[in-house]
């Protein structure tokens, strides 16, 4: 969509597709076992975003457990897309990008490929180390979804990964993108604020009070100002409904 706009900051920019695969279990027996959500750490060599961790899930209303990351491939940009999604987007503009990225991250590509070749097996022996009693039999794999890592070029060079979000708009500010690996409730405020910010300069001041009506913290350093910090965390945790009267000794 971004390259059928056909604007100049649209140039120039690929995208990887890769698909996060996880271990699913709806044994009650086993999942009533565990209420948490528990991090690893990263092999060597891989890529931020497959720190393994077991979940606690709620899957179509049912108790589940998810492990994982696995990295798959799918030549999608979206879970249920076309299979020529990758090889539509290589254009003569960014085809030089797109090389340089597979040759500048070989170790990238290695490990993706042992992880396709992974068998469930050895998927649920790395599980073992979360759950050492987990049997194959309790564990299905599942595509969780699909992400399309950014590709492009930068001071440091042609065709470098990027693991973050971007944001790309038109110079007049008639359309903007939103690029990269985790575009989830982490990201959507200050993806939004810099929208706004690029799209519609010119009612920033005019939006500012409502801005800050919403969010309180709009444009301060909250390093510097600890009972602000205090504030708006007895807020959220009023709005998400989180506070928690003690209840009287029986």
């Known amino acids: 969509m971004l390259q059928k706009s056909g604007i100049p900051e649209g140039k120039g920019i690929g995208g990887f597709p890769i698909s ?19 991090y690893g750490q990263a092999q060597v060599g891989a890529p931020p975003m497959s720190v393994p961790h077991l979940d606690s899930r ?7 457990l998810l492990f994982g990351p696995f990295a798959g491939f ?8 076309s299979m020529f999604d990758l090889i539509s987007s290589v254009k003569p503009h960014n085809l030089i990008t797109m090389l ?12 993706l490929i042992k992880e396709l070749m992974q ?18 039999e309790d564990w299905d794999l599942v595509v969780a979804g699909q992400r399309v890592q950014i590709i492009k070029d930068t001071e440091s060079g042609k065709g470098t990964l990027q693991f973050g979000t971007e944001v790309i708009s038109a ?23 810099e929208v706004i910010n690029k799209c519609f300069p010119q ?3 005019e939006w500012e009070p409502k801005i800050k009506e919403m969010i309180p913290s709009y444009g301060m350093r909250l390093l510097s100002k600890p009972e602000l910090i ?9 709005t998400l409904g989180l506070n928690r009267e003690p209840q009287p000794m029986q």
């Open 119 to 136: 068998s469930k097996e050895k998927r649920v022996q790395t599980l073992r180390e979360f759950v050492p009693n987990a049997k194959s």
């Open 58 to 64: 709620l899957i179509e209303g049912k108790e589940s």
């Open 203 to 205: 009612h920033i001041k």
């Open 74 to 81: 799918s030549p999608k940009f979206l879970k249920f897309g």
């Open 230 to 238: 205090g504030q708006i965390h007895t807020s959220t945790a009023r």
């Open 20 to 38: 996060g695969l996880f271990m699913v279990c709806k044994n009650p027996d086993v999942v009533a076992q565990h209420y948490a959500k528990v």
């Open 171 to 193: 110079a007049d500010g008639s359309i903007a993108a939103l690029l990269g690996a985790s575009p989830g409730a982490s990201t959507a405020v200050p993806v939004m604020l």
């Open 100 to 111: 340089a990225s597979g040759a500048k991250n070989m170790s990238l590509v290695t490990y």
